[in-house]
């Protein structure tokens, strides 16, 4: 899978898929990720990105010319399965489209920052609108580290434990069950005698019975779907 990503503050990119998992994906040549600086495609000396709305009123806008010839530039060279805005009014994203969005060859993610962006982009280049929940960050940029990081990692190979994502929490709408390792005894503090005992079956169901326990608790939402 390529991921491309458009964003006026692509530094802030640097990190979250230079390490771990996401190294290792893309290491293995199951994941690239390259990030575009907006304001190469910046308008006159200043490289202006930005603008003050129609209508007035606070907050810069972000401009049609340079989005519209940066997602031109991208879509000559590749056709994306989606071209997705990370924006607060986006549906919410979640593990139904985390999967479904890791089942394709090319994604574009558009980071807006400021006020937001030209409304006729949205309307002409957008594909899909994503929401990473309903709080207010001050850019894209870490949602749509979020995004890519939810995909990396359930692309087939990435993680070398293939069952390790599948028992995720989520994956099959219930919370994990909880999870200890050695020693078995600290401070007093025992493990549960099951996991001790070797007995798989046992394991396995005392797992089940946990994570329904703890999805009753805390999340009887998800039970209810
Ligand atoms: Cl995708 N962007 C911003 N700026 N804030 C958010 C968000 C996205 N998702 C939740 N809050």
Wanted: charge should be negative; hydrophobic fraction near 35%; glycine fraction near 8%.
């Amino acid at each position: 899978m390529h991921i491309d990503i458009i964003s006026v503050q692509p530094r802030l990119l640097d990190s979250p898929f230079a390490h771990s998992i996401m190294k290792r994906a893309q290491d293995k040549g199951l994941l690239s990720v390259e990030t575009h600086d907006l304001k190469e495609f910046g308008i006159g000396k200043h490289r202006q990105v930005d603008d003050y709305q129609f209508g007035g009123g606070a907050g810069m806008v972000m401009k049609c010319e340079p989005l519209a010839a940066c997602i031109d530039s991208l879509k000559a060279k590749r056709t994306y399965d989606e071209v997705i805005f990370v924006t607060p009014d986006g549906k919410t994203y979640d593990q139904g489209l985390a999967n479904q969005l890791s089942l394709g060859e090319n994604l574009l993610i558009i980071c807006g920052h400021y006020k937001g962006i030209d409304e006729r982009i949205r309307e002409h280049y957008i594909t899909m609108e994503i929401s990473i929940g309903d709080y207010v960050l001050s850019g894209g940029e870490l949602a749509a580290a979020v995004i890519v990081d939810s995909i990396g990692r359930i692309i087939p190979g990435v993680i070398n434990n293939e069952t390790s994502a599948l028992t995720d929490s989520f994956q099959d709408d219930l919370l994990s069950p909880p999870v200890y390792t050695r020693p078995s005894d600290f401070n007093g503090w025992k493990v549960p005698e099951v996991l001790l005992s070797g007995h798989t079956a046992k394991i396995e169901e005392w797992r089940h019975e946990q994570a329904l326990e703890r999805t009753r608790a805390r999340r009887p939402d998800l039970l209810e779907e």
